[in-house]
């Protein structure tokens, strides 16, 4: 083979012989003149498609209808924290710390919507009131804690003022002294409200209290905090990093976060900290674990086997109903493997229809479904790209063996067919 | 050898012998055999020698069943003897790899069939298309080559049309044109007038007289003595044995 290379170097390159460009225009002409054949061709690929679809989907759509229901806030929510490990007595070490810039990381995640940090800040022996005066002779009350967060606390543990506004980007970053009040934290100070400009002082110094925030889903120790930004503490109590992140998320995107939240705040050490995300064994996979999504994957695996076993049938009943054209290609110079390439690829441009037009029956089935239902419908894109994709690769494996049955077949005999 | 205006495409392929020279046979056949085994084994082709140079053009007759197919095929190099040699332009084929025989078959070679053998779901075009698909024309003259083919043919009214709304005549001049697009070395017809009338039929003969004085070399198997007539060499075959005729 090697000596017969050598010996006619100029053979096996033939100019312009039989691309890949030539054999998809083929390839579209074969499938193109069988349009009333093709539609039953692809029935079987399309069915499997479409019910792989609509299980998944309705499963998916399901799962977050569950989660609406019984578990709207912690199907959402997320949190972030270093990993601790304690130490040779006793105490609990944190193996890493926070990056300042941790909310913009978690932002660049698919599925985060929102992301604060929040640390609770250490004031040693300074005192919290209302009033610049010290007066001794005032009762002792019990003392707010004070607590740091950036500036879209809010959103990420779904809070919610009373009055006022939360505080900025540009107060964070500035270290502004301003606080937010927890409601409860406002009572025990004596703060009716933020219309009189009222301040707290910590050890003397004014915070400006801009909002009173009187509910949040998560972290309710903020209800009785007097919460400052994460600058002003860094500025003034010495706070080095965010001791936490709280994160609203998207329904499901919770493996996601899962699975990349660690690494983008934590590069090269990412077991050091620690991401709480809604519970993978959430009711999403118990939905899609149940019997019955079981038995709909199982049957539209199996609508796919006869897909697939359909497409090679009619594949095979058209290689041989062709032969002569198999026989007139190889006389006009086509190589085995030319003719194989050409039915293969016929093969996967049915399965790809198939695929497509299972794919949208699929789609269109969970939108019906979910519209009389009144649920919101949930399609992972991927889930339907890759049921097309599911299509070429049932139509790719179903032409194999009819295109080496049409490679093999001698010219002489296949001419003889006629066409 | 100049067909429709187009050079031959000997000068740019490295598939000849360089001791080929155009002085000696394109074709030559040394005691090619071919049996097809069975009991008791069919002797389709006796022990044949023949050589064809370039530019004639013979006719091969012969009763039914006497191997004017099988010899054709060996000619075509459609099919292997089973023994003997068979040079192309200088070329041994008998044992020669499948891709050399292949690109032999692209570019030395047209095929003009009883049948017709066209694509009915194909234009004209796409069917004189399809030969250049295979034969390394570059992809830019395909276009060109073919609508010249098929005005050399008198089809250029045609182009577009499907082949089944074409007459009889009409589909093996097509078919013609899809032989000659590569511009072959030899044109191996197998009873091209046999699906035709005879008005039809001297309109291909025409044809072929034409593709012979540009300098084609010609096979022509026919039993249609008329058709024999116009060759300037016959030969006659029978029970597998070749004899000229004088
Ligand atoms: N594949 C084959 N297997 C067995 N025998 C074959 C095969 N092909 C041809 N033959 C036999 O070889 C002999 C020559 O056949 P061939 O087709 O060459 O005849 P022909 O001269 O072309 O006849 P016709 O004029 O009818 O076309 C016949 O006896 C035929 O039966
Ligand atoms: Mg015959």
Excluded at chain 1, 226 to 231: K, R, T
Excluded at chain 1, 287 to 294: C, F, G, K, R
Excluded at chain 2, 214 to 229: C, E, K, M, N, Y
Aim: glycine residues 10%; aromatic residues 4%; neutral net charge.
């Amino acid at each position: 083979m090697r000596l017969q290379r050598r010996l006619h170097p100029d053979r096996s390159r033939r100019a312009d012989h039989f691309r890949l460009r030539d054999a998809f225009a083929e390839a579209t002409a074969g499938v193109g003149a069988r349009t009333g054949r093709l539609l039953l061709t692809v029935l079987g690929t399309v069915l499997g498609i479409a019910a792989v679809v609509v299980t998944v989907g309705l499963a998916q759509t399901g799962a977050n209808r569950i989660n609406e229901r019984f578990d709207a806030v912690a199907a959402r929510h997320a949190s972030a924290e270093p990993a601790t490990r304690e130490d040779a007595w006793g105490q609990s070490r944190a193996l890493a710390e926070l990056p300042r810039d941790a909310p913009e990381r978690a932002l660049r995640i698919a599925g985060v919507r929102a992301a604060a940090t929040v640390s609770k800040v250490d004031i040693g022996d300074a005192t919290i009131t209302a009033v610049s005066v010290h007066d001794p002779s005032a009762p002792t009350r019990a003392v707010p804690t004070v607590m740091a967060t950036s500036a879209d606390l809010l959103e990420a543990v779904g809070g919610h003022l009373a009055q006022g506004r939360y505080f900025d980007c540009g107060h964070d970053g500035r270290g502004d002294r301003v606080a937010v009040l927890g409601v409860d934290a406002a009572e025990r100070l004596g703060i009716g409200g933020v219309a009189t400009l009222p301040s707290v002082f910590i050890d003397d110094h004014p915070y400006q209290v801009i909002g009173i925030l009187d509910a949040t889903d998560r972290r309710t120790a903020l209800l009785s905090s007097v919460i400052i930004p994460q600058g002003t503490a860094e500025a003034d109590f010495g706070l080095v990093a965010p001791q936490a992140m709280e994160m609203l998320i998207e329904v499901g995107s919770g493996p996601v976060v899962n699975d990349q939240l660690a690494t983008s705040l934590a590069p090269t050490n990412p077991q050091t900290i620690k991401v709480a995300t809604p519970g993978r064994p959430s009711a999403v996979q118990q939905a899609i674990q149940s019997e019955l999504v079981v038995v709909f994957l199982a049957l539209g695996g199996v609508a796919l086997l006869i897909g697939g076993v359909g497409i090679a049938n009619v594949t095979l009943l058209s290689v041989m109903e062709r032969s002569g054209e198999i026989g007139l290609r190889r006389a006009l110079g086509a190589r085995r493997r030319d003719v194989a390439v050409q039915f293969v690829i016929e093969s996967v441009i049915v399965g790809t229809l198939g695929g497509l037009i299972g794919a949208a029956l699929g789609v269109a089935v969970v939108a019906a479904v979910s519209f009389v239902r009144q649920w919101t419908p949930i399609l992972d894109l991927r889930m339907v790209i890759g049921a097309a994709a599911a299509g070429a690769l049932v139509g790719l494996l179903a032409g194999l063996y009819p295109a080496t049955r049409a490679a093999r077949m001698e010219p002489v005999a296949a001419l003889r067919a006629g066409l | 050898m100049k067909l429709f205006g187009l050079p031959d495409n000997s000068d740019n392929q490295g598939d000849q012998d360089p001791r080929w020279t155009s002085d000696q046979p394109v074709l030559s056949l040394r005691g090619v055999t071919r049996e097809f085994p069975g009991t008791p084994p069919v002797h389709a082709l006796g022990a044949t020698n023949l050589d064809v140079r370039a530019g004639e053009y013979l006719a091969v007759a012969g009763p039914s069943g006497s191997g004017k197919s099988t010899l054709l095929n060996q000619l075509g190099l459609l099919d292997r003897p089973t023994a003997g040699e068979y040079w192309l332009r200088g070329v041994p084929t008998a044992t020669a790899p499948e891709q050399v025989r292949t690109t032999l078959r692209a570019q030395r070679i047209g095929f003009v069939f009883q049948a017709f053998h066209l694509m009915p779901h194909r234009s004209v075009l796409d069917n004189v298309l399809l030969a250049t698909l295979y034969s390394g024309t570059p992809r830019g003259e395909r276009r060109d080559r073919a609508l010249r083919a098929l005005d050399r043919v008198g089809l250029s009214h045609r182009v577009e049309f499907m082949p089944p709304n074409l007459s009889g005549g009409e589909r093996q001049r097509v078919a013609i044109a899809r032989a000659v697009v590569t511009i072959p070395d030899v044109l191996l017809a197998d009873e091209p007038t046999g699906n035709l009338d005879s008005t039809s039929s001297s309109g291909v003969m025409d044809l072929f007289d034409e593709l012979h004085h540009d300098g084609l070399t010609l096979v022509v198997i026919t039993h249609d003595p008329t058709v024999a007539a116009r060759a300037g060499r016959r030969v006659h075959i029978t029970d597998g044995y070749l004899r000229e005729v004088a």
